[in-house]
Each structure stands twice: as structure tokens, then as C-alpha cells.
């Protein structure tokens, strides 16, 4: 009998730790989507226990990243991808790199897993 294996996305899911030791440990988290399912240039919501966070294949790469505006932390529902640029549908000019989190033209960044 052939033995099936099943490829999963692990998200780090740094909002939420673990106490160990008094220290804080972040800890993996399987998504609900396989690398098979995601196709490029596409944005996919999942939510990671009670978080919410993006997905998206650009360039043949997976990147997850929270989902939550840094300007009201609302969820950014209807978000476009325009390339590496995550477009908040809320706010006029807020714009996110999904590489590394960064809302352009500010120091602040969302987080990247």
C-alpha cells in the first residue's frame, strides 16, 4: 500500500507564546492551505487559533502576514496584492511590503511568519 504525505504550510505564529522557563517561546502552526493550493498573485485569509492572517504565492514564494491594519489594527477584509505591495482597503496610501512587513512611508511594520 502506497503510504500518501501531505505537505502543509507552517505559519510562525508569533502572537502567540508559549511560558517556559520564564521565557517566551513562539511555537509552529499549521495553516489550512497546502502549498498546492495557493496559486500566484492571489491573497488568502486563514486564521491561526483566534488570529487572522494573510497568505499569498508571489513569484513563486509563500508569505504570511497578519491581517490587521496598523492604523486601527481592523482587519484589512478586501485587501488587494499589487505584486509585493498589500493594498489596506481602509485607509487612502496605506500600503504594506509583504517581504518584511513594512508599511511604506512609515517605520512600523505588520507582522511577517
Known sequence: MQEKTFSFIYVLHIM???ALNSKKLARWVPSRFSE???KDDLLYS???EDHFIFLAKVE???YGFSAD???NHELMIGATLKGYSLVCPHHDGCIY???NGAKLGSDAHIGCY
Open 16 to 18: 502567540v507564546n508559549i
Open 60 to 62: 513563486n514564494k509563500i
Open 69 to 71: 491594519c496598523l492604523v
Open 46 to 48: 486563514d486564521q491561526i
Open 36 to 38: 498546492e493550493k495557493l
Open 97 to 99: 511590503d509583504i517581504r
